[in-house]
């Protein structure tokens, strides 16, 4: 079985210094779980010193997609599906972390990955169950508050790891000096961003209108094929009952409702 293991550089939260991030730490330790014979560490993005430390958890190579950074998700998935990574094929299981930690990295990229593969995925899988048949597993997602509820996956799919795995290796020092990292300069058209994400916009707080209406001061009123004019007046009218409407004294627009 060959596994990809989606790499970043994370930024320590005490010293703010590049480290590796947790999560990817762990995926490691549970592609090694899962019985992967084949396991490539994927970064997109130029080479950098941080990820030699992946190396002595367990990885003897990484591929560095230089230019891969404009659209990761693109390069990472044009990786995967091309066959480039192992001799005899793709890959049948991509490990990430569930979460970034503050680098460049983003905790959307294993959804977006899954959707450009067209590819299931499994979120916050913390430990292997068992192996039901060849190509299935039953694995443990852990939930909040320490729940943990066991999830079915067929290969290939998209794993993501949370930092609460219980799959942590060992870090040898001797497994890092012999990793060998490779970088692949990579050619990607990126999206953009209106297009994938929508437009940005300043955050408005939402309005409260159930908490309004509990307290009593808006019951609303029923009308029955009502003039448009007189439906308008009588929505905004309701809508300052509940507060959600600036009283028309005090909103800073002149006040349309009466035309």
Excluded at 27 to 37: C, H, K, P, S
Excluded at 56 to 85: F, M, N
Aim: proline share 8%; with cysteine.
């Amino acid at each position: 079985m060959k596994a990809v293991i989606l790499l970043s550089i994370g930024l320590d939260p005490v010293s703010g210094r590049p480290a590796p991030v947790p999560g990817e730490v762990r995926a490691i330790g549970l592609a090694r779980a899962l019985g992967v014979t084949q396991m490539i560490g994927l970064h997109a993005g130029p080479a950098s010193p941080a990820l030699a430390d992946y190396g002595g958890y367990g990885l003897t190579r990484i591929i560095c997609l230089k230019g891969g950074e404009a659209d990761p998700v693109q390069a990472l998935a044009t990786a995967v599906k091309t066959h480039s990574l192992f001799a005899d094929g793709e890959p049948d299981l991509v490990l990430a972390a569930s979460r970034g930690r503050g680098g460049s990295d983003t905790g959307l990229l294993p959804y977006q990955l899954a959707q450009a593969l067209g590819w299931p995925i499994a979120t916050d899988v913390g430990a292997l169950i068992e192996q039901t048949a060849a190509g299935q597993f039953a694995l443990a997602q852990f939930r909040a508050r320490g729940a943990v509820r066991p999830v079915s996956i067929t290969l290939p799919c998209v794993v993501t790891v949370p930092e609460t795995a219980r799959s942590v290796p060992a870090f040898v020092f001797a497994r890092q000096r012999t990793m060998r990292v490779d970088e692949v300069a990579v050619t990607v058209h990126s999206v953009a961003t209106e297009e994938t994400a929508g437009a940005l916009r300043p955050y408005r707080r939402r309005p409260k209108l159930i908490s309004g209406a509990s307290k009593g001061n808006g019951g609303g009123q029923l009308m029955v094929n009502p003039d448009p004019h007189e439906a308008a007046r009588a929505i905004v009218a309701h809508l300052r009952v509940l507060g959600v409407l600036p009283d028309p004294d005090q909103a800073s627009l002149p006040d349309h409702s009466k035309d």
